[in-house]
């Protein structure tokens, strides 16, 4: 079992950001840089790069308690499977493109447990602003999803990716 506990990640330092608001907006801001977090800007995650801050792939994790703030792509990413727990909670994710927290099944492996709980996040960047993206699959393990907080995402709040065979009738 791998556990991430109580990090800190802080990827400002390598986040380059528009200094004229949005792609084609012309809105230069006085007084801040090209590459300052701070003011109307967007990131421009192709100088950025677009690896999550923490990537989990296999079985059996625990994310939590960790603070992520502005990431280049997503917060917390998961692909897993098996039959063990894999739980994402208390994390706070602030600023982030793409998704804060994504967590698929891993190709139809397994039957894991999911639980996501208990997590803030807030403020995605416009292109694929989701807060939690979900992808659940036929017969690959139960999902909880419960007590989080997500807040001023460009896109989805919750997104829950669902194939025909795990409707129900």
Not at 119 to 133: C, D, H, L, Q, Y
Not at 142 to 161: I, L, M, S
Request: glycine share 16%; with cysteine.
């Amino acid at each position: 079992k791998v556990t991430i506990d109580g990090f800190l990640i802080d990827r400002g330092g390598g986040a380059i950001y528009y200094s004229d608001g949005e792609m084609g907006a012309n809105k230069r801001i006085e007084g801040h840089k090209d590459c300052t977090p701070w003011g109307y800007r967007n990131l421009n995650r192709k100088m950025s790069g677009s690896d999550p801050s923490i990537e989990l792939l296999g079985e059996s994790f625990v994310v939590r308690n960790n603070i992520i703030i502005n990431s280049p792509w997503w917060g917390i990413y998961v692909k897993g499977g098996g039959k063990g727990t894999i739980t994402i909670e208390n994390n706070f994710i602030l600023g982030f493109q793409g998704r804060g927290i994504e967590a698929i099944t891993g190709g139809g492996w397994g039957t894991p447990t999911w639980v996501i709980r208990n997590n803030t996040v807030a403020f995605g960047w416009p292109m694929e602003g989701r807060g939690i993206s979900l992808d659940p699959r036929a017969d690959n393990g139960k999902n909880v999803v419960e007590k989080n907080v997500v807040a001023f995402t460009a896109q989805t709040g919750v997104e829950v990716t669902i194939d025909k065979e795990s409707w129900e009738d």
